[in-house]
């Protein structure tokens, strides 16, 4: 799974913010804010990448167990599922 092509993340303001870029412009209308988790998750879906890939970067950056980060990755995914934003 995969960031879609068309959207980026933007610090503006102190803030990352996902941006629609392109042609996606005409498709996705708003933004999405990330925390620091949320910017982090991004950041490794932006290269093909599995479930299991991000939950062992997760565990070797956060102190968090395997099940609490396959968790939040999940959270998240499904939050990109629902706004069209993952290839999977």
Avoid: H, Q
């Amino acid at each position: 799974m995969k960031i879609k092509n068309g959207f980026a993340k933007r610090n503006i303001a102190g803030s990352e913010i996902v941006v629609p870029v392109g042609a996606a412009v005409a498709e996705f209308n708003g933004m999405i804010t990330l925390n620091e988790s949320g910017a982090f998750f991004w950041d490794c879906l932006k290269e093909d990448t599995t479930k299991e890939e991000i939950v062992k970067k997760v565990v070797e950056v956060y102190d968090v167990t395997p099940e609490k980060a396959g968790e939040d990755v999940d959270k998240f995914t499904s939050m990109l599922r629902e706004n069209g934003l993952l290839d999977d």
